[in-house]
């Protein structure tokens, strides 16, 4: 079994780079339509059932408030650009400040926030860098996920190799694909956007800062994008609700109406209807998704500081099956 989850992410990660390097806008584009909404359901699912101890009570409620404003300022970007982008850098600021308050006291609680006031201030000059930043490190926060969700392993080395084969494909893929050591697969922008219908560039300006959009060093970026993306739909889509059962149960006890078919059939229904929209007008599509997943991108982050600054989970003592109980690994605050 051990063996079995390590060759998940090794084969899952060549056939990634190797769509992805052949056709990154189109697989950016269509893994989007497939997955997109799906990815959103089941990671909220997970992140919410298994942090239940920091993702609750007064926090709970102040992210949401939070993250319901920035839903806004990505429906009011529409109309008023700029603006409302800017409103959201400030507003996620906040989100991780509210995270640091629940999980730090002290000089490390002064020292996250003096980090998050200079971070905010360096957003707010570069906002389009910001945003292409944001978009990158959401694919990357898995690895986070996968490292923690390696402890039930059964042994040390078993351990290792797994969290050897995350930090593969979610650093050191990415880090070749920048070095141009895979242009010849993909051949620049040309080769890149060639026999992909309608403007590519929207595309590529999400994974890639305004001057490289039409650059090599964009077309790298972008291929980045849809490398990693593809993995990040393999690990909330595939992997974590087979090999992390114990987390959707945790969620169906706190929210009981959402079962699991139940999980997995709002996600796709919602997900035909939005592929239905981007078929029909891909921008019109694309501002709407981006609005209401929000809410899973930015649950993520929270999770990962509370985590990191004062959350530490109990060790989980056996490997779980798709098939069987899992042991169910508290939280306690650090």
């Known amino acids: 079994m051990t063996v079995r989850v390590i060759w998940v992410f090794v084969l899952g990660a060549a056939a990634a780079l190797a769509i992805a390097a052949?056709?990154?806008?189109?697989?950016?584009?269509?893994?989007?339509?497939?997955?997109?909404?799906?990815?959103?359901?089941?990671?909220?699912?997970?992140?919410?059932?298994?942090?239940?101890?920091?993702?609750?009570g007064r926090l709970l409620a102040v992210l949401l408030g939070l993250i319901t404003a920035?839903?806004?300022?990505?429906?009011?970007?529409?109309?008023?650009?700029?603006?409302?982008?800017?409103?959201?850098?400030?507003?996620g600021y906040a989100v991780l400040a509210a995270a640091c308050v629940f999980a730090a006291r002290g000089?490390?609680?002064?020292?996250?926030?003096?980090?998050?006031?200079?971070?905010?201030?360096a957003s707010l000059t570069w906002p389009a860098y910001h945003f292409v930043v944001l978009a990158h490190l959401h694919n990357v926060v898995p690895l986070f996920f996968l490292w923690e969700w390696a402890r039930r392993l059964p042994t040390a080395t078993a351990r290792r190799w797994f969290r050897a084969v995350q930090v593969g494909w979610v650093l050191v893929i990415p880090a070749l694909l920048l070095t141009g050591a895979f242009d010849r697969y993909f051949g620049g922008v040309s080769s890149s956007v060639a026999g992909f219908a309608g403007n590519p560039r929207p595309i590529v300006a999400a994974s890639a800062p305004p001057p490289a959009v039409v650059t090599d060093v964009g077309v790298r970026l972008l291929v980045v994008f849809a490398f990693l993306q593809t993995m990040h739909y393999l690990v909330w889509v595939a992997f974590l609700p087979r090999y992390a059962p114990d987390a959707a149960r945790a969620f169906e006890a706190r929210v009981p109406w959402v079962t699991g078919p139940r999980a997995w059939s709002l996600g796709i229904v919602l997900g035909a209807v939005l592929a239905l929209l981007f078929a029909i007008d891909y921008a019109s599509g694309k501002a709407m998704y981006s609005a209401f997943a929000s809410y899973h991108a930015y649950l993520e982050y929270p999770v990962l500081l509370a985590v990191l600054l004062g959350i530490r989970g109990a060790p989980v003592s056996r490997f779980v099956t798709p098939e069987g109980d899992a042991p169910r690994a508290a939280l306690r605050v650090g």
């Open 70 to 91: 920035i839903v806004l300022c990505r429906l009011a970007s529409i109309v008023v650009g700029q603006p409302a982008r800017l409103a959201e850098i400030v507003i």
């Open 22 to 56: 052949r056709a990154p806008l189109a697989t950016t584009v269509l893994g989007l339509m497939a997955f997109g909404v799906l990815h959103n359901v089941l990671e909220l699912r997970y992140v919410t059932g298994r942090f239940a101890p920091v993702l609750s």
């Open 107 to 121: 000089p490390l609680l002064v020292i996250a926030l003096t980090v998050l006031v200079a971070a905010a201030a």
